[in-house]
């Protein structure tokens, strides 16, 4: 089977048509780049990946920010079913340097409940860095839990299962190069 046909299977789990296709993402993301520069422009700037499922998006985003950035990953893990996260969250990656004293942009790829971001959002300033703000590339702001704001987002969506361009279900289409709703179908079995 060539890569085209495995993709092309992952594809029919999606529902209806794309919800974002990756030329919308790389415009959006482009703008996203554009007014990060502008609000950093001369602050020592690290940009936070949290792995895995904003991998894609950090990428993408890093290369349009026009400043000597630096990066670090934190891996962490929520506990919860494989649709809805606990807020109970787990570091299993930390980074790699002390960001005290540093500008911060944590990039998440959705916010969902809010519980993993403001988990981390408190995790970070109390290793006391200069600023910290968020950059995430979906917003669901239906279904928030506890108050939290992205200082940058990309698209607003409404409440449904969403994967591709890094994000996942059961770990599968992170490669997907678009954003489409799941068919419940999928993880309903
Ligand atoms: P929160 O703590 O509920 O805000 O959950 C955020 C995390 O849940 C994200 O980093 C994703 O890993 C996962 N998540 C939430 N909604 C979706 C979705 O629609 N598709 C894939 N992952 C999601
Ligand atoms: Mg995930």
């Not at 005290?100 to 408190?122: A, P």
Request: net charge negative.
């Amino acid at each position: 089977m060539s890569e085209n046909t495995i993709k092309r299977h992952m594809y029919e789990d999606i529902k209806d048509e794309l919800l974002l296709t990756r030329e919308e993402i790389a415009e959006r993301v482009r703008e996203m780049g554009r007014q990060i520069t502008e609000d950093f422009r001369g602050k020592d700037l690290t940009v936070i990946c949290i792995l895995k499922g904003a991998v894609v998006f950090f990428v993408d985003l890093i290369r349009e920010i026009d400043l000597p950035i630096t990066m670090d990953f934190m891996a962490i893990s929520s506990y919860g079913s494989a649709t809805k996260s606990s807020g109970v969250v787990r570091i299993l990656k930390d980074l790699d340097k002390p960001i005290n004293g540093k500008h911060v942009l944590i990039v998440e790829d959705i916010v969902d409940s809010g519980m993993t971001l403001s988990f981390l959002k408190e995790n970070l300033i109390s290793r006391g860095a200069a600023s910290l703000h968020i950059a995430t590339l979906l917003d669901k702001p239906e279904r928030r839990r506890v108050p939290l704001k992205a200082d940058y987002f990309g698209f607003t969506i409404p409440d449904e299962f969403v994967v591709g361009y890094g994000l996942d279900y059961d770990e599968k289409y992170r490669n997907l190069p678009d954003i489409g709703v799941l068919r419940p179908e999928v993880y309903e079995k």
